[in-house]
Each structure stands twice: as C-alpha cells, then as structure tokens.
C-alpha cells in the first residue's frame, strides 16, 4: 500500500518536529507538494500534456532537420521508376564499391531507426492527448473556474494544438517514406554485386537478408508502430474532422490511432 503522504500533518508536535527538514523559513513555502492530480480539472490536464509534447515535439523537429532525409529524395525517385526494376540507373548516390554502399545502406537505416524512436514516444503522448480530450471534453464541459467564454477559447487551442501535433507527426512519416524508398534503390544497386567475385562479392543469401531485415524495420513491425497512420495526404480530411467538435469522430481517430501504436 501506497503511504500517505499527509500522514504526518496529523502526528503529535514533537514528531513533527524531528521530521523538518533544516531549511530557511524563507524556503519552506518553496517545497510545497504539487496539487493531487484529481484536483487539476481536466482542461489544464490536457493543456498541461500539451506543454510536455511541444517541449518534445521542438526537439524532436530539430532533429529532423539535422537527419535530413531529403537528402535522399532522388534516389527515392529511382525506387520507384519502372526503369529500376531492369537496371540501375545514376541517381547521384551510387558508390563505388561495395562496402561503401552497405555503409550508406546501414547510415540510412540508422537514420530510420533514431527517427522512428522518438516519432513513437510522440505518438504515445498524441495518443494520451486524444484520449482525455475525447473522455474528458464535451460540449457540455463547465469549469469551476473559468468562464464560458475562456473554456471555450481553450478548447478550440486543443483542437489545433491537436492537429499540429499531427502534422509533425505527418512531416516524420514523408521522412521515413524517403529514406524506405532509399533503402529500396541501393538494395536495386547492391544486385550488381551478387556472384561478383573478388572483394565486391555479395551472395544471394546475404542479400536477401539484407532486404527481410529491411522490410522489418520500414514496415514498423520491429517498433511495432504503424507510422503510415500519419500520412500527410490524412491530413487535410482530419484538420476538417476535428475543426468541429464532434465526439464521436474523435472517437473513430483515437481508435485508429491505438491500433497504429499496437493498442
């Protein structure tokens, strides 16, 4: 069992006594417990979980600028040509050897990898975001403190804080599409090295790992993540969904967005 924390404002003044911390009397309202959470209504608890996924979402946004996975758009181009599937055409990233390009082949999935780490935390905390506000926030919702007028004003924030925090989301997703497709066109440039010989040798098996693994990790099996759930092209039909508060259509949106987090 969990010990109350205010069991000791009850003892006798001499136990009270042993138990003060040597503090000035000037610091001794600087220690104060924070409010029990069930005080805190819950329009400011989501507001306050807004605070934590922007503190995340900054960084993590500096962080995609510093990936630069639009580095590698061009060869996600040649992903997708036709002509790919027939030979391997010079899309500016081929190496001259082979182990440059399974070099360039693991920066690419490391770069896949450290974004999707932290795009899940993100999503996780999207997630708790859109639960309260669904459970929480209706059109009926009173505070106890605020005005009509102020409660409303917040909750439109919510609702644009909520699709803000999808299209950050959404501009990681168009991140991990460029680097799959990357991934795609050096695996069409590794085929040359199959049964090459000498110290450019590539066999069959090992490249066919290569391409399992691959497909693992891009289809978010291994973060258990279905980050295409945040595709950019959702975006415009959700900013519209949830521009209206509609109970139930954030209750279609979270339900999607559970099962994209493994839920």
């Known amino acids: 069992m969990t010990p109350n924390p205010y069991t000791d404002i009850f003892d006798d003044d001499d136990r009270q006594e042993s ?14 417990p924070p409010a029990p959470e069930d005080l805190v209504e819950p ?3 989501i507001l306050q979980k807004i605070d934590a996924f922007l503190l995340k979402g900054e960084a993590f946004s500096v962080f995609l600028s510093k990936t630069r996975a639009v580095d590698h758009r061009d060869e996600a181009h040649t992903a997708n040509s036709l002509l790919s599937l027939f030979l391997v055409s010079d ?12 070099a360039h082949y693991n920066l690419l999935q490391q770069k896949f990898r450290n974004i999707m780490d932290q795009m899940k935390e993100l999503a996780q905390l999207h997630l708790d ?16 403190e605020k005005t009509d007028f102020q409660v409303k004003k917040e909750i439109e924030f919510v609702v644009d804080q909520i699709t803000m925090q ?21 695996e069409q440039r590794l085929k040359q090295w199959i049964d090459a010989g000498s110290i450019n ?24 993540f279905d980050y295409s759930f945040f595709d950019l092209n959702a975006l415009d039909k959700l900013a519209l969904r949830l521009g209206i508060y509609l109970k139930e259509t ?3 949106y979270f339900n999607g967005l559970s099962v994209a987090l493994g839920g």
Not at 129 to 144: E, P, T
Not at 175 to 185: F, G, H, P, T
């Open 19 to 32: 138990k003060k911390p040597a503090v000035p009397a000037d610091g001794l309202f600087d220690a104060q």
């Open 43 to 45: 329009l400011d608890r």
């Open 91 to 102: 899309d500016g990233h081929e190496k001259s050897s082979l182990a440059a390009e399974k």
């Open 129 to 144: 975001i859109v639960r309260h506000f669904n459970n929480d926030i209706g059109k009926q919702y009173y505070s106890i």
């Open 166 to 186: 999808r299209r950050i989301l959404g501009e990681a997703t168009r991140d991990l599409n460029i680097l799959e497709d990357a991934l795609q066109a050096t």
């Open 201 to 224: 040798n590539l066999s069959a098996a090992e490249f066919h790992l290569l391409q399992q693994n691959r497909a693992e990790l891009t289809s978010g099996k291994i973060h258990q």
């Open 250 to 252: 954030t209750a279609q």
